[in-house]
């Protein structure tokens, strides 16, 4: 169940809630057990959903979920019928800013000091996966002329009891008034219905400024979900690293993640993170990792390289994490010179024949060029790469065939020595001749035929 705060003392969250209750029909319930400017009286229950009306910003809510059946002090706190604890709490909210019309969302809790609600150093459960799936609902329920963003960590409360997450409507009063946006806010939340708060993969982030435009990249782009966001000014709040690492663990429990990606120049930070028993990660790491399992990651980058040194996975690799584990993979060289050659021809396709084969394989030049060993599942494999490789020579070539454990490839071509023995001077006539076209040397014509020759390239496979 979804549990929903509306908080009396917020315009725009009175807006978001009368739209909540007209976009679906809802059961009106009492709670006598309650007082009514903290969630009792009378509230709304629908299959999955529950909302319930407090008088106090959200800010200054601790503990919300306890009115819903959920936290610390949910028995018998919720009254008669009370569902099970909730799954997720949503403080739909206003957002107040220089941005313009935005739909935004973000996770509370304060790295250093308590200015704003909660405490110095708490952290609220985040819900990494459910705030991945608002932001592609916002970008279907907006309106034309409102953007859709993610925020750092900031502000109270710092204790919920379940996960949970601000879903805004901003950012100043003509957006808090207007019926499109806070009837698009509701409907994005009627769309997480049954939506997970976690999924398997999730990190912390730290750095960078107060919208988050790299963590957003992340989570809209990648399969990885990002929990709290822990801003360059909530940093430097904070305070030295090594002497708040419990704010720094914190992060990672209520984010239930083991990975971080770091924005910036933070060693001190890194360290204490590693001490802690966390990793941090590249951004292209999370991206070259997606929908590739991890343990077949952690086991290709121990025998071929890391992935921020250029390591890249192929087709097969995701092919195994819809097919379960991927068997053993054997280690082998690329065939350097064959791999050039056909780069040289077609990056693209040479790549294709690479990625297409290979479950990983090494790379130059910032990943853009294979090079080096791969891991394949297979002799077979491999021996289909090179047949990739072979079809990409033959747009160049007039003939390619494997011979002998060498791949051969035969051109006939302009021969400048011929043309030289003939008399032709080097020059517009030697391009002339080239490019299929007779040349007059003392008054005699010289076909291009009658100056080529075939020649023989080897490639060792």
């Not at 739209?19 to 057990?33: K, P």
């Not at 006539?429 to 040397?441: D, H, N, R, Y």
Request: net charge negative; aromatic share 6%; charged share 30%.
């Amino acid at each position: 169940m979804i549990a929903i705060v509306v908080s009396r003392a917020d315009s725009a969250s009175e807006r978001i809630g009368e739209h909540l209750l007209d976009l679906a029909d809802w059961e009106v319930r009492e709670d006598d057990s309650r007082p009514d400017a903290a969630g009792g009286g009378r509230y709304y229950r629908r299959e999955g959903f529950e909302l319930r009306e407090f008088d106090d910003l959200h800010l200054e809510l601790e503990d919300a979920a306890a009115a819903f059946g959920g936290g610390s002090d949910a028995p018998d706190s919720a009254g008669p019928d009370a569902p099970d604890s909730p799954d997720l709490l949503l403080f739909v909210s206003r957002h107040s800013g220089d941005t313009g019309p935005l739909l935004t969302a973000h996770f509370t809790g304060n790295f250093g000091p308590a200015e704003f609600g909660g405490v110095e150093g708490g952290l609220a459960e985040a819900c990494p996966n459910a705030h991945a799936r608002l932001l592609a609902a916002f970008d279907e329920r907006a309106p034309d002329d409102y953007e859709v963003g993610m925020e750092c960590t900031h502000h109270g409360p710092s204790s919920v009891g379940v996960p949970s997450m601000f879903v805004e409507l901003g950012s100043d009063e003509p957006q808090w008034s207007d019926p499109a946006g806070a009837r698009a806010v509701a409907r994005a939340v009627l769309d997480l219905q049954g939506v997970e708060p976690h999924r398997e993969r999730q990190v912390v982030g730290f750095g960078g400024g107060h919208y988050v435009p790299r963590f957003e990249r992340i989570e809209r782009e990648t399969d990885w979900a990002v929990g709290h966001v822990g801003a360059d000014w909530a940093l430097d709040a904070m305070g030295s690293p090594g002497s708040n690492r419990e704010v720094v663990r914190a992060a990672f429990a209520a984010s239930r993640a083991d990975r971080a990606v770091v924005e910036g120049d933070r060693p001190d930070l890194e360290a204490v993170v590693a001490d802690l028993g966390y990793e941090v990660v590249s951004e292209t790491w999370l991206r070259e990792t997606t929908g590739v399992p991890l343990d077949l990651v952690e086991r290709l980058e121990a025998d071929l390289s890391p992935v921020d040194e250029g390591l890249r996975f192929g087709d097969p690799a995701g092919d195994s994490a819809a097919d379960g584990p991927a068997t053993d993979c054997e280690v082998v060289d690329l065939p350097a010179d064959l791999l050039a050659e056909a780069q040289g021809i077609d990056a693209d396709a040479a790549r294709e024949a690479v990625a297409g084969n290979a479950v990983a394989f090494e790379t130059e030049q910032s990943g853009t060029r294979a090079a080096g060993r791969a891991a394949v599942r297979d002799p077979a494999d491999r021996e289909a790469l090179v047949d990739g490789l072979v079809d990409v020579l033959g747009e160049k070539y007039d003939s390619v065939a494997r011979e002998d454990g060498a791949v051969v490839a035969r051109e006939t071509g302009f021969d400048p020595e011929k043309a030289r023995t003939l008399g032709v001077p080097e020059g517009p006539a030697f391009g002339k001749l080239s490019a299929g076209e007779p040349v007059t040397v003392d008054g005699e014509e010289i076909a291009p035929e009658t100056v080529r020759s075939e020649r023989t390239h080897r490639f060792s496979v």
